[in-house]
């Protein structure tokens, strides 16, 4: 992991600003570079990294309100709240908590990035990680919210569905588990390379930074979404 790329996009020539959405296109066509770069060259950068994480926020609290509204029943929860009770009120809270965990997340990597010699400042690490928290996202959040449309409405039975993925093995469990494995891998890649561009670190630096704030961002969230 390198970040040999020189900036493509200075701040001038980013001075009117992009919709959020299109900074997320530039990264997934260039993830290794230009993309990033025309990110930290935006004045607004921090709005922008904002605004991505409070969108998969928002969709996922109108998705596991969905949920709720369909019975649906949450892995053992670590919080002191019913399991029957648990996506009503995780509907309410898990915009915070994703908006949070980004801010923490981003102060772990802002400090280890410092002492690995980084020289990006927090704001330049905020903004970068909110498009490597929004992005990753999406994998699971689009799926989530088909189904949760599906059992909302009575397409589908969510209790029969909640039944098939205890099963390990058949095309439900499969697919889950095959877009959540695409989720966190898309954080444990993202990371890195945002940190790379925000904090200017090369190689192993830039993998154990990035890594260490997937795994706070994804550790405390897994706390509090069931």
Do not use: K
Not at 71 to 95: H, K, M, N, Q
Not at 155 to 184: C, H, K, T
């Amino acid at each position: 992991m390198t970040n040999s790329c020189p900036a493509t996009v200075s701040p001038s020539d980013a001075q009117h600003g992009e919709p959020f959405w299109a900074y997320a296109a530039g990264i997934v066509r260039h993830p290794r570079c230009d993309g990033w770069e025309a990110l930290l060259a935006e004045p607004r950068r921090l709005r922008s990294g904002f605004v991505a994480v409070l969108s998969v926020g928002l969709g996922y609290a109108a998705c596991i309100a969905l949920i709720a509204l369909s019975g649906g029943t949450p892995s053992p929860p670590w919080l002191a709240i019913p399991r029957a009770d648990y996506f009503a009120w995780e509907a309410l809270f898990v915009c915070p908590v994703t908006v949070l965990c980004w801010i923490l997340a981003a102060g772990v990597v802002h400090l280890l990035g410092r002492l690995a010699g980084g020289q990006g400042s927090f704001d330049d690490t905020l903004a970068l990680l909110g498009f490597a928290v929004a992005l990753p996202t999406l994998i699971s959040l689009i799926p989530d919210t088909a189904r949760s449309v599906l059992t909302a409405t009575g397409v589908q039975s969510r209790p029969a569905w909640e039944a098939a993925i205890a099963r390990p093995g058949n095309s439900d469990w499969l697919v889950l588990w095959g877009y959540m494995l695409g989720y966190f891998l898309g954080l444990f890649i993202l990371f890195p390379l945002a940190v790379a561009t925000a904090q200017r670190l090369h190689g192993w630096p830039a993998l154990r930074v990035g890594g260490a704030g997937a795994l706070t961002y994804a550790g405390v969230y897994l706390i509090f979404i069931r």
